[in-house]
């Protein structure tokens, strides 16, 4: 998909690698908070929570906690973060 987009003043000056880093960070950022919204909401586990934003379920953890959110934790999703 091509798109085009006018960046903030603050772009000025980053290379297209950098662009293209930002971009995907952004995304990245996105699926999270996204994914996290509907584990706030109740709507779905933790486990599914993590397989939207892309990330293992060690990794979701960790970004409920930094951002506040304490986690319902099993006793089996604490033997699977072991491995």
């Known amino acids: ?15 297209e690698e950098e662009v293209e880093q930002l971009f995907l960070l952004g995304l990245r950022e996105m699926r999270i908070e996204k994914a996290l919204i509907m584990f706030r909401k109740g709507d779905i586990s933790l486990w599914k929570t993590a397989k939207i934003a892309g990330l293992t379920l060690r990794e979701m953890t960790e970004e409920a ?19």
């Not at 998909?1 to 960046?7: A, Q, R, T, W």
């Not at 930094?66 to 699977?80: C, D, L, N, S």
């Open 65 to 83: 906690c930094r951002r506040g959110i304490e986690p319902r934790v099993t006793e089996e999703m604490i033997e699977e973060l072991k491995k």
């Open 1 to 15: 998909m091509k798109v085009s987009v006018e960046l903030p003043r603050e772009a000025e000056g980053l290379s």
